[in-house]
């Protein structure tokens, strides 16, 4: 999960980035071009923002069943 956060934050930086060289870039090609990328980055982003979700939620039921069993076990002694 630690890596899927680093390249979340990569990416946001890259956002901020590529919006801020938005603003300065005179050219309409150009500009159309960063603007492409800005969003292939941000449904990157939000690609991203899901998996972590869903990670999150598999590693929450992971360790809901491992304290059900340490439950059971401890009861069980």
């Keep these: 999960m630690g890596q899927l956060e680093q390249a979340q934050e990569r990416l946001e930086k890259a956002l901020a980035r590529l919006e801020d060289a938005s603003?300065?870039?005179?050219?309409n090609s150009t500009a159309a071009q960063v603007e492409g990328?800005?969003?292939?980055?941000?449904?990157?982003?939000?690609?991203?923002?899901?998996?972590?979700?869903?990670?999150?939620?598999?590693?929450?039921?992971?360790?809901?069943r491992l304290q059900a069993i340490l439950g059971e076990s401890n009861g069980a002694g």
Excluded: F, M, Y
């Design 23 to 27: 603003q300065r870039v005179g050219g």
């Design 37 to 64: 990328e800005l969003t292939a980055l941000r449904q990157k982003c939000a690609t991203l923002e899901n998996n972590t979700q869903a990670v999150s939620e598999r590693l929450d039921t992971a360790i809901e």
